[in-house]
């Protein structure tokens, strides 16, 4: 973890367990300061959830959307089923 | 490379305080009730002007499918137990308050409206779903918390209601 130096750099400047410790706060608060990044996104509060109960953010907001995104995959995919429409992968259905 | 485990008890006792700060105490029941003043449909709406009532209090918001539900049961409770001194209370989240007025054309209240597009009040009541009911006793203090509203709610919320109006 501590990447301090048992040799000065300068030789005379400052006793190397000064540098260690002065080091080992430098990762302290490096690692302070990532945490407090993860802290800057806070989820929305039950009553900010205007916007997300709207319809269209729902999987199945529109339904006609939602059967031609089915029908496209089925197309394509050769895999069809479980959703209500048949499919046999030649894109012609 | 010397890593003493007193400076990763340091660093963890750190990374941990980091961690903790934000987290807010829950309002329970027994706990006084926070100061409301807020807009309301005329005049401010304050909990203090309600002091020495049983104060039902509901935060909603005009996209909250249960809320709508709720709001027939608010009207009866008013008519049922308004007499024997219960004020239901309902505070509009909604960010747009024009949101809340459409709602309000399309389903009757027939109770004390109160409006708060900041949600300030939300975090003192320590709002943790919506819509959430409190129920305040004459004292002031909280006596009920309800989280929520399915219709099988009602009995559990009116009996706690009447228990709350029988207190002093």
Not at chain 1, 19 to 40: M, V
Not at chain 2, 5 to 17: D, E, G, I, V
Not at chain 2, 125 to 141: A, E, L, W
Request: proline share 7%; aromatic share 6%.
């Amino acid at each position: 973890m501590s990447t301090a130096h048992d040799q000065p750099l300068v030789a005379g400047s400052t006793p190397p367990t000064t540098r260690r410790a002065l080091s080992r706060l430098g990762l302290a608060l490096i690692a302070a300061a990532a945490g407090l990044g993860g802290c800057a996104m806070s989820p929305p509060q039950p009553w900010e959830k205007g916007n997300l109960a709207l319809p269209e953010m729902t999987m199945g907001g529109d339904a006609l959307d939602q059967r031609f995104i089915q029908h496209i995959y089925g197309s394509k995919e050769a895999a069809s089923g479980g959703y209500g429409v048949g499919g046999g992968g030649c894109g012609c259905n | 490379m010397k890593t003493t485990p007193r400076s990763l008890l340091r660093l963890t006792a750190l990374c941990l305080a980091v961690l903790a700060a934000p987290a807010s105490w829950a309002l329970d029941a027994g706990a006084p009730a926070p100061d409301l003043n807020l807009p309301g449909l005329k005049d401010a709406v304050t909990l203090a002007q309600m002091k020495g009532k049983v104060v039902y209090v509901d935060f909603w918001a005009s996209w909250c499918g249960p809320c709508k539900q709720s709001f027939p049961f608010m009207n009866e409770l008013q008519s049922k137990y308004g007499a024997q001194g219960l004020t239901v209370l309902a505070v509009n989240l909604d960010a747009k308050r024009a949101d809340a007025d459409k709602f309000l054309g399309e389903v009757p209240a027939q109770f004390t409206v109160a409006f708060d597009a900041t949600g300030d009040s939300a975090k003192r009541f320590d709002v943790k779903g919506m819509p959430s009911s409190y129920v305040i006793g004459r004292d002031g203090k909280v006596a009920a918390v309800h989280k929520g509203f399915r219709e099988q709610d009602r009995k559990d919320i009116e009996s706690r209601i009447v228990e709350t109006l029988g207190t002093p």
